[in-house]
């Protein structure tokens, strides 16, 4: 069982340059993230899906933008990559619980991402 | 604003060296709390929710406390391959997660 899958699982940019991350899961969740871990910091929210066909801004969103393909997949985009979007982008899914709590998210092994 | 706090930053253990770590956390309305570990290089692996104060969760060598304001991860006799950073997250919304930095467990033969 694959679970959530994340390509690719390196990438090194240029300042400027743009790039796509990829993440599918096989779990038939309703819910998919895209998390940044920084150093020193916790997993920051990026952005979310909550079902397909919407997506909305977490804590972080700045520089990104993302799109829900269909149920199964969750695209990243830097449109105009930056030094300090160096990181390691991480993909999770969940579905959707009780009314006050979420199941719990699974997560990808993760892209890590240097931009020079 | 939500917060979480882990600490130790970082733990050296020995082999069988019992330990706690722990996680406190301010956010209003607590909807659960759950304890993931992170092995280098791979993405982090659910453990446990916590959704009460009072509620335990056991796995292995593993067992979570939670009270109002913090919860703890109890390492019974830990063994190398126990070694991990063990991540703390608040449930703040429906849909998001509040992100301790981590405490990173060493275990030593």
């Known amino acids: 069982n694959a679970g959530v899958t994340q390509t690719p699982k390196f990438q090194v940019l240029k300042t400027g340059q743009s790039m796509t991350l990829q993440c599918a899961q096989d779990m038939n969740h309703n819910s998919m993230y895209w998390y940044r871990q920084d150093p020193g910091m916790g997993l920051r929210l990026i952005y979310y899906s909550a079902s397909e066909g919407t997506t909305d801004k977490g804590e972080v969103p700045n520089g990104y933008n993302v799109s829900r393909l269909n149920k199964r997949e969750f695209s990243l985009r830097l449109e105009s990559a930056a030094p300090s979007q160096t990181s390691v982008y991480f993909c999770a899914s969940s579905s959707k619980g009780a009314a006050y709590s979420n199941q719990p998210q699974h997560f990808g092994d993760g892209t890590r991402l240097s931009i020079l | 604003e939500d917060q979480v706090t882990q600490s130790p930053e970082a733990l050296r253990l020995q082999e069988g060296e019992s330990s706690s770590l722990n996680c406190s956390y301010t956010?209003?309305?607590?909807?659960?709390l759950f304890w993931y570990r992170q092995d280098p290089g791979k993405g982090p692996e659910f453990l446990f929710t916590l959704y009460s104060a009072g509620e335990e969760k056991e796995k292995e060598r593993l067992k979570a406390t939670l009270t109002k304001k913090e919860s703890f991860l109890h390492i019974t006799a830990p063994k190398p391959e126990d070694s991990a950073t063990y991540l703390c997250a608040v449930q703040v919304s429906d849909y998001k997660l509040s992100f301790g930095a981590g405490t990173t467990v060493t275990v030593r033969a």
């Open positions: 956010v209003s309305g607590l909807r659960g």
